[in-house]
């Protein structure tokens, strides 16, 4: 079965183009680290770019050393991560309460729709949740009854090291969420137990060992850097709305259900048990209680921030996998049962409804912008998806029925599979949007138009708008022209990097040849204007020209 699962995971990494934003800037920055061997300062477009840390951007340079600058080893570190935390949650179940528990939280966590659909997404949020889990799992094992006090000490010091490397990923924010956790489960339970087991001293030691090299070396090379990092990317993130990305005290309760499919149910009966009957072991540490609060205060916090995205939330879920885990084996089989039928009536009848509607349905959502041609390709990838879900859950509701604990096992395996798979298949079909969210389709049909790979020798430009993922399919930087937004650090860092257009202009006329991507509009306004130009390649959003 561990077999079948990383075939399963890490299978179609390969199967779809980087899309942008998140993955065409991940993939860039560690592009450009491996490119030129500077491992200090990073850099997006060839600019300073200081929003998170580097350990992602680490990560991602040595597998592009490794095995070269591919689509799928952009994708990889991000996925081991994923898988690895997997495999963490899954130990630490079974050594807190029995190998049956861990290897249910193994698979409550591996067909869990976030954790696993944003570990095949480059984005920090699965490295960070690594991180974090590690800690969490190591704290857990920490309290056990009877352990020594060395295996104790060990265990925190794998905590300190692991929040470390969370830290090195996004910040500040992996050590808040652990301090905060500990202090609410001491507030609730009056456990005052796992204090006395923190070996405060030499974890924090490791932590800064760890941890505060980088931002010294960095903030020594670059004086911009503290003041950006600590005070715009931590307090005025979480503080204000400058990032436009709010949402009201209810924006992450969707991402949560849509999240913790198939398992959502199952929560729902479980969850008055999980906070009233709580196991504890001698020391009077109840650990599945702890993963409620954990998991509690990283919803609350995000909820409570100025900006919010669908992913902050993920480091709730490994916690969420291990209560589910040991309840897993307390509810009744008829209980699991009226649990999984709904996911196969469900899933039947979205198959249904696609059959019937998605026609219609895609010819209103479609847009000039967004053309009907690309749903009409995405749709039987909608339809395999919905057919699996509904499959999976058949599958385990005729194992529940059985009533036995191997079938118990098979209906709960059932159901992780089927969602791993039908995540994966959706992921697969995803590669129809590519016209619109991946600059590599265009950028092929410009060097197709242009006879052949576009001469390095030569610029190309962005033009009010940036495109992240075409850097890194360039395999170079790409000047940018009235744009700023992101980069707004790096420009000011080197100004000469970026143009406006009234200094871009002189620019393109003088050049031998160039080239650019600009919007239909753009375009428009420069053919207008006289300024020569000849289109290489359209998509629905852009056109890419060249200078002659």
């Not at 995803?430 to 389709?441: E, G, K, L, T, Y």
Request: with cysteine; aromatic share 14%.
């Amino acid at each position: 079965m561990a077999v079948v699962a990383a075939v399963v995971w890490f299978a179609p990494l390969d199967s779809r183009y980087l899309q942008h934003p998140d993955e065409g800037r991940y993939a860039e920055i560690a592009r450009e680290m491996a490119a030129s061997g500077d491992w200090v300062t990073p850099r997006l477009n060839d600019l300073k770019y200081f929003e998170k840390p580097p350990l992602q951007y680490w990560l991602g340079a040595l597998a592009f050393d490794a095995f070269g600058v591919h689509d799928w080893s952009a994708r990889l570190p991000t996925a081991i991560a994923g898988l690895l935390t997997v495999v963490a949650v899954g130990v630490t179940g079974g050594w807190l309460a029995g190998g049956t528990v861990g290897a249910y939280a193994a698979l409550v966590l591996l067909g869990c729709l976030w954790p696993a659909g944003l570990a095949h997404l480059l984005s920090l949020d699965a490295l960070l949740t690594f991180g974090m889990t590690l800690a969490l799992c190591a704290f857990l094992l920490a309290q056990r009854d009877g352990s020594p006090r060395r295996a104790v000490r060990t265990a925190m010091l794998v905590c300190y090291a692991a929040l470390a490397g969370a830290t090195l990923t996004k910040g500040l924010v992996a050590p808040l969420v652990a301090g905060a956790t500990l202090v609410l489960y001491t507030l609730v339970t009056r456990d005052v137990g796992p204090w006395r087991r923190l070996h405060l001293v030499p974890g924090i030691a490791l932590f800064l060992v760890i941890a505060a090299p980088w931002f010294v070396i960095v903030s020594a090379r670059n004086p911009e850097f503290a003041r950006f990092f600590f005070i715009h990317e931590h307090f005025q993130r979480f503080l204000t709305e400058t990032h436009n990305r709010s949402g009201g005290w209810w924006y992450f309760i969707p991402w949560f259900v849509l999240g913790l499919m198939p398992w959502i149910l199952v929560w729902l009966v479980a969850l008055p048990r999980s906070i009233r009957d709580a196991p504890r072991n001698a020391n009077g540490f109840a650990w599945t209680r702890f993963c409620l609060v954990w998991a509690a205060f990283v919803i609350v916090f995000f909820s409570a921030s100025g900006s919010k995205l669908p992913s902050y939330i993920l480091p709730m879920y490994p916690a969420l996998a291990l209560a589910l885990g040991f309840e897993f084996t307390r509810i009744p089989s008829r209980t699991l049962l009226w649990v999984a039928l709904p996911l196969a009536v469900g899933g039947g009848a979205a198959a249904l409804a696609y059959l019937v509607g998605w026609d219609r349905w895609s010819r209103a959502w479609s847009s000039e912008a967004l053309p009907h041609a690309i749903y009409r390709d995405f749709g039987p990838w909608v339809l395999a998806t919905v057919v699996t879900y509904a499959l999976g859950g058949l599958a385990a509701t005729l194992a529940f029925r059985r009533g036995t604990p191997a079938a118990r096992t098979w209906g709960i395996a059932a159901l992780s599979f089927a969602s791993l798979v039908a995540l994966q298949i959706g992921f697969v079909g995803n590669d129809a949007f590519a016209p619109v969210r991946s600059a590599a389709p265009i950028l092929a049909a410009a060097e197709r138009a242009n006879g052949g790979p576009l001469d390095p020798a030569y610029p190309v430009f962005q033009v009010g708008s940036y495109d992240q993922t075409l850097p890194f399919y360039l395999r170079r930087p790409t000047p940018l022209v009235e744009y700023r937004d992101e980069m707004g650090l790096g420009l000011d860092a080197e100004p000469a990097k970026g143009y406006d257009l009234a200094r871009w202009l002189p620019v393109w006329a003088a050049a031998p040849q160039a080239y650019a991507l600009v919007s239909h509009a753009t375009a428009a306004d420069l053919a207008r204007g006289g300024v020569p130009m000849r289109v290489l390649a359209r998509d629905p959003r852009r056109s890419f020209i060249a200078r002659r």
